[in-house]
């Protein structure tokens, strides 16, 4: 009945899976749990190595990294099962009675969305607060508040589709870094035209990384942000939108000399230990998009 598919990359899933299976096995669901490690360091597969010998639990690892969208893709082959549970490896679960909710609302014509959330109290190391303050403002949102705008709220790291609906869309596989696969995935659910139900159910986020990767990490979802654009797939996020605005109100030339002169400010702002305002990360990323847009002419 239920695949619970997750793709690990650097993480020790043994809490979360012994959770994920002492929940199915409460609720008495056919189930199965598909681990695929997307050639993380030994040390890790090690450590998830234990897992093989648990029932229910499928492991393999591939001698290569695939990325983020092909790895999703890859589960879905090893499920056997006609539902869908994705989550990332770096989850924690919070309700008691995870799995019972979604159960209780499934659907095949459907797709259910859980959400993200994230400790209430700040990281103890400095390092951690730009991501920690993103995720608390930006990602963390009550369910009635994703449900309003449900295909933008739709995120990869908790939901529950049919594999029938998952066969007719799959995620872009030439998305091979991180970010956006959720947007262009959300993006194809509205063309269909399928239900999202959002739900209070969320995941959380355990996985905080330092200023310097997560400003990292957040230049490769700009760029790839840009290449779907070029490629002619109209994303529409604020950032996109903002950018056209731009354009058409012939203030482009002067917005982008203006933010590279502001770059050293910003990235020295947004590096900088206990003072995190997000503005400066927006128009951290409305410079990084520019700068993709245009090298791509």
Not at 28 to 47: H, M, N, P, T, W
Not at 195 to 206: D, F, G, R, Y
Request: hydrophobic share 40%.
């Amino acid at each position: 009945m239920l695949s619970i598919l997750l793709p690990i990359y650097n993480y020790n899933v043994t809490h979360l899976v012994t959770e994920l299976r002492r929940q199915a096995e409460a609720e008495g669901v056919v189930y199965e749990i598909c681990l695929l490690d997307d050639a993380s360091s030994e040390e890790f597969q090690v450590s998830n190595r234990d897992l093989i010998r648990k029932t229910n639990i499928r492991y393999e690892e591939l001698p290569q990294n695939i990325g983020r969208s092909a790895i999703r893709n890859r589960l879905v082959k090893m499920a056997k099962f006609d539902y869908l549970l994705f989550m990332d490896c770096d989850s924690g679960v919070l309700m008691p009675n995870y799995i019972r909710t979604y159960l209780e609302v499934l659907h095949p014509q459907r797709l259910l969305y859980g959400g993200r959330a994230y400790l209430p109290k700040p990281p103890s190391d400095p390092q951690y607060l730009l991501h920690w303050h993103y995720g608390r403002q930006r990602e963390q949102k009550d369910f009635l508040e994703r449900q309003k705008n449900p295909y933008h709220s739709f995120m990869t790291n908790n939901f529950l589709i049919p594999k029938s609906i998952f066969s007719s869309i799959t995620f872009d596989e030439s998305l091979r870094n991180y970010g956006h696969e959720d947007t262009l995935f959300g993006m194809e659910l509205a063309k269909m035209n399928i239900e999202i139900l959002h739900l209070n159910n969320p995941l959380l986020h355990l996985g905080l990384e330092s200023a310097s990767v997560f400003l990292a990490k957040t230049k490769m979802a700009v760029d790839n942000l840009a290449q779907l654009q070029q490629q002619g797939k109209r994303v529409e996020t604020r950032l996109s939108q903002t950018y056209t605005q731009l354009i058409r109100w012939k203030l482009l030339p002067g917005v982008a000399w203006g933010l590279k002169m502001l770059r050293p400010f910003l990235l020295k702002h947004l590096q900088r230990p206990q003072k995190v305002d997000l503005r400066y990360l927006d128009l951290y990323k409305m410079d990084l998009y520019i700068q993709a847009m245009h090298k791509a002419v």
